[in-house]
């Protein structure tokens, strides 16, 4: 939040608001639930998935089950300004994002992979997965612009290709700047 909001008391707009404020989230390692840290899918991999809306023209992008980049949200900004598309998924986001520059990098911490480790040894249960969360986040910039991102790495130990609902404009997100905005988390199911 407080990123967002210096980005909005320097006159930015409010998509780059959302954008900078849950990198934030996203780049932190001691965050399980989102971006580099996040606890991976069932084959020790880190799955994550993004989107993000402008509320002035109701544009939007989304990247689902994306490995091998820290900034979801980034790539989902990309697929908004830059192709007549709103999702796009595994190896196409990947290849997209390559071919927009983004940097590949793992996303596997020590402690993720230990967390990955425990699980696999122990009982597996349908049901099982750890405490979860997603980052949601809308603003209102000064030209009444709103904006919303929200940005996951979706439930832990999940079938590989699994999407939730952060990534699908109209159940993890959504914003009119004339009406307001609003982001979810939860299970995604």
């Known amino acids: 939040n407080a990123k967002a909001m210096a980005v909005l008391k320097s006159g930015s707009s409010a998509v780059e608001a959302v954008q900078q ?12 639930s989102v971006g580099y840290g996040g606890l991976p899918n069932a084959s020790g991999v880190v799955e994550l998935d993004a989107s993000i809306m402008d509320g002035n023209d109701l544009e939007c992008g989304a990247v689902a089950a994306l490995s091998g980049f820290e900034n979801p949200v980034s790539v989902a900004r990309k697929v908004m300004e830059e192709t007549p598309h709103v999702l796009i998924v595994g190896s196409g986001a ?3 994002a390559l071919s927009k520059g983004f940097q590949e990098r793992g996303l596997l911490t020590d402690a993720a992979r230990e967390a990955w480790h425990k699980w696999r040894e122990g009982e597996r249960k349908k049901d099982q997965t750890e405490d979860h969360d997603t980052i949601g986040m809308v603003a209102l910039d000064s030209r009444g612009q709103m904006a919303a991102a929200c940005t996951t790495s979706g ?10 609902d952060s990534p ?7 914003c009119d700047s004339k ?3 609003a982001a979810a988390t939860g299970i995604g199911e």
Do not use: C, N
């Not at 404020?21 to 399980?32: A, F, L, N, Q, Y």
């Open 179 to 181: 009406v307001g905005g």
């Open 168 to 174: 699908l404009v109209g159940h993890g997100l959504y």
């Open 94 to 96: 990947r290849e997209f």
């Open 155 to 164: 439930l832990a130990w999940k079938i590989p290709g699994r999407v939730g």
């Open 21 to 32: 404020g849950v990198m934030i989230v996203e780049s932190d390692p001691k965050i399980t």
